[in-house]
């Protein structure tokens, strides 16, 4: 679960990012009058898109790519950037409506200091959520239309409408269910299992290979180049689903660094599929797939990350984490690349093994796994809690919160291009 925690209205105790809900009861004006003033960080948010996305528009100028389904890719992505435009336009709006159902939060940390008294609208990663539908179903008359087709090197539109939207029907229902967490509190236990729901008509629909290569160094013992898992190997997918929402989930804590470290996966993603488009026509329009989902993804994630960045003038929600995680899981499995995609939630599986004798009572763990913070010297400060948060500040001294989430995402970037390297390196003595 996102760290931190919400006291709602009504009494009741809900966990999340970095905040905790005002007891008072009442609906009032007063709310949405002491608001934060929803401020855009648009030089931080350029230079880190710059960033990003450089090496990925970079490849796709660069590699040759077939004609049909380069057009799609930019027609794509020209929406997503709509898709960016609407999520930054409709946030404000959103915010408005969320505080007057009273859903805001305090900064958790920020406690002790005039920030820390902030109301912050809460899960705001619905309106990246909504957008990011309205996007890929739109998307679709452009990809799926027999009159207007603008590749013919397409798979029979059955089977590609059959995975768009068994895929998108997964994405909103975890969006659906990360809102109802956010709102009526879901204990943990029932959490873990949430993903798995929302992963049922992935799972359903999948007509997809259920067998795996052996790797190379074994096919001399095991005297067989390939291994039918049948549904073991659904199961698989469905645990995936179930790791990479909650990952991201647990991961949390800080200002910007749920949807940072998303937009860095899933840029890391994007550059693995237009590599993969030009040099495997077997795996081609698997590839293709995962940029259709992943351009619009990014693109509304930099829309949220504009608000969420520090000092956050929203917070995402588990709404968001669910909603990312479960995008993620989607293109892994239906992209063919999921052992890629563990590679690229290197930080990720790091907190959770860091993290398990806390999250299985092994040691105490307390309702909150976050830094403290010194209101005289405004850094945060690390507790003997396991997670990484805690350990960076530990190893690398008290910090800033927004010093820390750079700190986090230079990791992620780390070992995203580590992982890189090690998937193409061993590619071809491992497979």
């Known amino acids: 679960m996102a760290e931190g925690k919400i006291r709602r209205r009504s009494g009741s ?12 009861a009442g609906v009032d004006d007063d709310v949405v009058r ?42 794509n992505l020209a929406m997503s950037v709509v898709g960016f435009g609407g999520t ?42 909504i957008v990011f539908l309205v996007v890929a179903i739109l998307f679709q008359h452009f990809i799926f239309s027999q009159e207007n087709s603008i590749s013919d090197s397409y798979p029979p539109e059955n089977a590609w409408l059959t995975e768009y939207y068994a895929a998108l029907a997964s994405i909103c229902f975890m969006i659906f269910l990360g809102f109802v967490d956010d709102v009526l509190d879901i204990p943990w236990r029932v959490k873990l299992f949430l993903p798995s729901i929302a992963a049922l008509p992935l799972l359903m629909a999948y007509a997809g290979r259920t067998n795996i290569v052996i790797p190379k160094p074994l096919r ?7 291994l039918d898992l049948g549904w073991i190997y659904k199961l698989y997918m469905g645990l995936l689903a179930v790791f990479c929402t909650n990952s991201i989930n647990i991961l949390a804590g800080v200002n910007g660094l749920e949807v940072g470290q998303t937009v860095i996966i ?32 990014v693109a509304t994630s930099l829309g949220l990350l504009a608000f969420n960045w520090y000092p956050s003038s929203v917070f995402v929600g588990d ?52 830094p403290s913070f010194d209101p005289h010297s405004g850094l945060l400060i690390g507790s003997n809690d396991m997670n990484l948060v805690n350990l960076f500040l530990r190893w690398f001294g008290r910090c800033s919160e927004q010093q820390l989430c750079i700190r986090l995402l230079i990791f992620q970037v780390l070992c995203c291009g580590f992982c890189f390297g090690l998937r193409y390196l061993m590619a071809g003595w491992y497979k």
């Not at 930054?88 to 969320?98: C, D, F, Q, R």
């Open 13 to 24: 105790a809900k966990p999340d990012s970095t905040h905790q809900q005002d007891p008072a």
């Open 34 to 75: 002491n608001a934060p003033v929803l401020t855009i960080k648009w030089t931080k948010l350029a230079i880190l898109a710059l960033f990003l996305l450089t090496p990925y528009l970079s490849l796709l100028y660069l590699l040759p790519i077939e004609r049909g389904l380069m057009r799609s890719i930019l027609i």
């Open 88 to 129: 930054i336009l409709l946030i404000p709006v959103a915010s408005k409506y969320v505080l007057r159902r009273n859903m805001f939060g305090y900064d958790i940390n920020k406690r002790g200091s005039a920030a820390g008294k902030v109301k912050v609208p809460e899960s705001l990663g619905l309106v990246s959520g």
């Open 220 to 226: 001399p013992t095991l005297g067989f180049n390939e």
């Open 266 to 297: 899933s840029c890391a993603v994007l550059i693995h599929n237009v590599m993969q488009i030009s040099r495997s026509e077997e795996t081609r329009h698997a590839h293709a797939f995962s940029l259709y989902i992943m351009q619009p993804f």
């Open 319 to 370: 709404t968001y984490t669910y909603f990312a995680g479960m995008a993620l899981a989607v293109v892994g499995i239906l992209g063919h690349f999921s052992e890629t995609m563990l590679l690229f939630f290197l930080p990720q599986i790091l907190n959770f093994l860091y993290s398990i004798p806390q999250l299985f009572k092994i040691v105490p763990c307390p309702r909150h796994r976050l």
